[in-house]
């Protein structure tokens, strides 16, 4: 897709943005409400493709009650990026079959594979007697540096890693900890002490999926 700048024509606001090559949106001033005008000649944007093959395991995602429509939307197109199997959606996580989903996941949410389950301890419970190893993404006295069980999380033969993510406030259910092997914590230098559901579950895919081998 080609895409253009405007740029706002008030002296006091200067402000910058692109729009598709062409389009109408955008001819008033977001900001100000000024009149804009194309700037400079179009461009192309290009959507970023990589042939490499992950070394990690197989990485598979159960959300237990994660609340926001946006995050889940990211977290499907993170799954479609990293290659990550399938999402179980438990609790009151928002699905695909919300008409707000593709609004952050542009698509991905057809291309993932989902299931939805009302209880996450029981679809906790069920994953692994089927064989998957469940890792959760949260702190407490378990929690391992997720770089240093990254190195000994396995290949592509072994069984899936299951990420477990849970409520934005109040974390993983309890019962669903007691079901994993792991309880990764991702390193913090700020001052705050965990980072966006989203984010964490993106750091953790890529990291499993393609890590040194």
Same mark, same amino acid.
């Given at each position: 897709m080609r895409h253009q700048q405007r740029l706002c024509t008030a002296a006091d606001c200067g402000l910058r943005f692109p729009v598709a090559e062409g389009s109408e949106l955008g001819s008033s001033c977001p900001h100000c409400g000024a009149p804009t005008r194309f700037v400079e000649a179009a461009y192309l944007s290009h959507e970023i493709r990589d042939t490499r093959r992950p070394s990690g395991p197989p990485v598979e995602a159960l959300l237990d009650n994660?609340?926001?429509?946006?995050?889940?939307?990211?977290?499907?197109?993170?799954?479609?990026?990293?290659?990550?199997?399938?999402? &179980?959606?438990?609790?009151?996580?928002?699905?695909?079959? +919300?008409?707000?989903?593709?609004?952050?996941?542009?698509?991905?949410?057809? *291309?993932?594979?989902? *299931? +939805? &389950?009302?209880?996450?301890?029981?679809?906790?419970?069920a994953l692994v007697e089927q064989g998957r190893r469940l890792w959760a993404l949260e702190g407490g006295p378990r929690a391992e540096d997720l770089f240093d069980l990254a190195r000994v999380?396995?290949?592509?033969?072994?069984?899936?890693?299951?990420?477990?993510?849970? +409520?934005?406030? *109040?974390?993983?259910?309890?019962?669903?900890?007691? &079901?994993?092997?792991?309880?990764?914590?991702?390193?913090?230098?700020?001052?705050?002490?965990?980072?966006n559901v989203s984010v964490a579950f993106a750091v953790a895919a890529y990291l499993l999926r393609y890590r040194e081998a």
């Open positions: 994660v609340r926001s429509l946006r995050n889940v939307g990211s977290m499907f197109r993170t799954a479609d990026g990293a290659g990550v199997k399938a999402m &179980h959606l438990c609790g009151f996580t928002p699905t695909p079959e +919300h008409p707000k989903m593709a609004k952050t996941s542009l698509g991905a949410e057809a *291309s993932v594979a989902w *299931s +939805h &389950h009302a209880d996450g301890a029981a679809a906790a419970a999380s396995g290949g592509p033969s072994d069984p899936a890693i299951v990420l477990v993510l849970g +409520h934005e406030v *109040s974390g993983v259910d309890p019962r669903i900890l007691a &079901h994993c092997e792991r309880v990764a914590r991702i390193p913090m230098a700020g001052i705050k002490g965990s980072l």
